[in-house]
Nanobody
Framework: QIQLVESGGGLVQAGDSLTLSCAASGHIFTNYIMAWFRQAPGKEREFVAAISQLSHHTNYGDSVKGRFTISRDNAQNMSLLQMTSLNPDDTGTYFC??????????????WGQGTQVTVSS
């Protein structure tokens, strides 16, 4: 099965930009839809973005539309989440996830360990 490792989190100020990376291994990367979720303390996990296997389709959560961009590099087995105009509400643990199939909005069985993003005001 696919293994996922996130990196790139950190402490930033409001208005800053940050790019998260998700490195995949263990299986054929192009079999998988890639997605990002986040979870703030005391809150439910929230969908952030997803991208189809060949980057033909993307989808974003309402709270990040226009500010975040998901992409993937199939040659490098990587998924990226470029985040701009960050604000304190973007604080949380960001998780990379993967699933096979064609539905961007569905259950994701494979998850990374998460990377922390903290945005100070």
């Amino acid at each position: 099965q696919i293994q996922l490792v996130e990196s790139g989190g950190g402490l930033v100020q409001a208005g800053d930009s940050l790019t998260l990376s998700c490195a995949a291994s263990g299986h054929i990367f192009t079999n998988y839809i890639m997605a990002w979720f986040r979870q703030a303390p005391g809150k439910e996990r929230e969908f952030v973005a997803a991208i189809s296997q060949l980057s033909h389709h993307t989808n974003y959560g309402d709270s990040v539309k226009g500010r975040f961009t998901i992409s993937r590099d199939n040659a490098q087995n990587m998924s990226l989440l470029q985040m701009t105009s960050l604000n304190p509400d973007d604080t949380g643990t960001y998780f990379c996830a993967a699933r096979e199939g064609s539905a961007l909005h569905a259950s994701y069985p494979y998850w990374g360990q998460g990377t922390q993003v903290t945005v100070s005001s």
